[in-house]
């Protein structure tokens, strides 16, 4: 049986990891699967740094307007929309390249994904139940102690062994965790915590005979922060405060609290600190959501890590070519 490969080549956002995707895969005459989540919404198009109309043109792009912000989709749901066509790939290509910024589908490659209960049409979002808990309006910059405390104490009544596992003060989790204990429907927050545990119900999308092979693209991080301060200059070059301006009617949540965007609302409604402007606003996001995907890739062994400081793209995807070999060659 042939040796099917798989490429996933991951990094901060704004380090270059699109360049070289779209290098590799015009190389190897294969399609891009992207995962990154804002690239789905067919609205988002300056802040998400989206493939130009002439980059997609040159390769199909996988994972690209999936979908429009009256429409919108889950991790899940686009792990379901794209893995699919992996598969195919690796079936008929013995190959397939993954550009992704996303930890949830690395994780998801790499340990496989529950099978999480079917979502109620009435699906129950955390501002929801963050405002019946608080009686407040959910503000995800701005959650005080008082009400951590409440959400924490609400999770421990709902799901006990989820809150052990979690800092009170850990907003992101706690608020999903309740989200995910008041929509499981007819299957219980245990049932839930015992299908993860034992790794009932998962699938995973590697065949038995398929290699990984993970890449991280990274710089220097004064070379690094130059590049994103040039990028966001860029973006507002090219109008991105109208993007957003038009997207207003849109309540503020999913995929329009991406970094970039998230700002550019607060800028817009006058939710800014003072002295600070949209730009340094961007800035700072985007280092920190760097600085976090940066940490978690980081605690992976059996990745290959590409200084793109020191090499440009065509350096390193001759590296990549080599080092991955056949099936995943350059075509003649």
């Not at 299908?195 to 991080?221: A, D, K, M, Y």
Request: net charge neutral.
């Amino acid at each position: 049986m042939s040796q099917k490969k798989l490429v996933v080549l991951f990094g901060p956002t704004g380090v270059g990891k699109s360049d070289l995707g779209l290098w590799l895969a015009e190389q190897a005459g294969l399609p891009i699967c992207y995962f990154e989540p804002v690239l789905a919404y067919r609205e988002l198009t300056i802040g998400s740094a989206k493939p130009s109309t002439s980059d997609q043109s040159r390769v199909k792009h996988i994972g690209v307007d999936l979908t429009t912000l009256k429409h919108p989709v889950t991790l899940m749901d686009m792990y379901s929309k794209i893995v699919p066509q992996v598969i195919t790939l690796l079936e008929s290509r013995g190959c397939a390249l993954v550009v992704t910024g996303s930890g949830f589908f690395m994780r998801a490659l790499l340990q496989g994904v529950p099978h999480y209960p079917e979502r109620s049409e009435d699906l129950i979002s955390k501002e929801t139940i963050f405002k019946k808990i608080t009686g407040q309006d959910y503000d995800g910059d701005c959650i005080t102690q008082d009400q951590r405390n409440q959400c924490y104490s609400e999770l421990k009544d709902l799901w006990p062994k989820r809150a052990e596992l979690l800092h009170p003060n850990d907003n992101y989790r706690v608020l999903r965790s309740l989200e995910v204990a008041s929509n499981m429907g007819p299957q219980t927050p245990e049932l839930f915590e015992q299908t993860r545990i034992e790794g009932l119900g998962t699938t995973s999308i590697l065949p038995p005979e398929c290699e990984l092979h993970l890449f991280g693209v990274f710089q220097e991080r004064t070379i690094y922060e130059d590049r994103l301060k040039i990028r966001i200059r860029k973006m507002m070059e090219q109008g991105f405060l109208q993007e957003v301006t038009d997207l207003l009617d849109y309540p503020l949540q999913g995929a329009l609290k991406s970094v970039g965007y998230r700002e550019a609302y607060a800028y817009l409604r006058g939710g800014l600190p003072p002295g600070v402007d949209l730009d340094e606003a961007v800035f700072r996001a985007h280092r920190q959501l760097a600085r976090k995907q940066m940490k978690w890739f980081g605690k992976r062994e059996d990745v290959v890590w590409l200084n793109h400081t020191r090499f440009d793209v065509p350096s390193l995807g001759a590296f990549i070519f080599q080092n991955v070999g056949k099936p995943f060659t350059m075509k003649l």
